[in-house]
């Protein structure tokens, strides 16, 4: 009898030891939840003042938070240049290593680009044909409304690069499926793993610069982290959209908002 009560005394305890242990996972993984939420609204705070980022990062002790915070200071909050398409030399662009030009894509109109998306092209076969070693990604799902044959911005940019802008077909890559800059991100960088790319510069509109760059930043930390491999933001070259003080500062928002979607995506597999 004595022997039972021992062992059922045991199990006991080691329920209680396991149910403590899961409790305190779960708490401590909330409180990594919550204290990148409160880093996120630190960082929009930081666009009028710079607050608590150090004290944040600190608290997570967290390298894709680092990550975040490091790039976010840098494109929003220091002086930040934007390299423009027709004021500036493409090729004084600082392209290191393997290098692949990501060029995200615009809403069709009627299944076909408008003339902010060939801007964009335009951009990227310029610098493009400054660095023929790059490869280009362009990033863009089947988009707006009219668009009955499912016209793709990625699919779109590619016949143009070629047709109109001179590219080699095999130097093009697409991701067909994104919808948001958020889909551009996570879509792409499984392409720039697969073809070993070091370095990247973004293609895009200049407002759209700076919030592509902190999802970019954010997904390539989480691939560095997951898998170990490892690619660097070196450079931007936009098509020059003048924005109005209220949509440079509705991107930053909007940034914030998809890098709570970019923080919560689980890497898996190798």
């Not at 666009?47 to 990550?67: F, H, N, W």
């Not at 009219?146 to 940019?157: I, V």
Request: proline share 2%.
């Amino acid at each position: 009898m004595k022997k039972t009560i021992a062992l059922l005394l045991l199990s006991a305890l080691l329920t209680v030891c396991v149910l403590s242990a899961a409790s305190a996972a779960t708490d401590k993984k909330k409180g990594t939840a919550t204290a990148f939420d409160t880093l996120l609204d630190d960082l929009m705070a930081a666009y009028d003042a710079k607050t608590r980022i150090a004290e944040d990062v600190k608290l997570l002790d967290d390298d894709i938070a680092r990550s975040v915070a490091d790039h976010w200071k840098k494109v929003y909050l220091d002086d930040y240049r934007l390299y423009l398409y027709g004021q500036d030399d493409p090729a004084k662009l600082p392209i290191t290593g393997r290098h692949a030009f990501v060029v995200l894509g615009y809403e069709l109109k009627n299944g076909q680009m408008t003339d902010e998306l060939k801007g964009r092209c335009d951009a990227a076969a310029a610098a493009a044909k400054a660095f023929p070693d790059s490869i280009l990604v362009c990033s863009g799902g089947a988009t707006g409304g009219n668009n009955p044959h499912g016209n793709t911005e990625a699919g779109q940019m590619r016949k143009y690069l070629v047709n109109t802008c001179g590219i080699a077909e095999e130097r093009i890559f697409t991701d067909k499926r994104a919808m948001t800059t958020t889909e551009n991100a996570v879509n792409t960088l499984k392409i720039l793993r697969e073809q070993g790319v070091e370095s990247m510069t973004i293609v895009t509109s200049s407002y759209h610069q700076r919030w592509g760059q902190v999802l970019y930043n954010a997904m390539a930390a989480k691939y560095r982290q997951a898998y170990g491999y490892s690619v660097e933001i070196i450079g931007n070259f936009c098509y020059d959209v003048e924005p109005s003080n209220p949509m440079f500062r509705a991107d930053a928002k909007i940034a914030i908002s998809q890098l709570k979607s970019i923080l919560a995506i689980k890497l898996t597999g190798k």
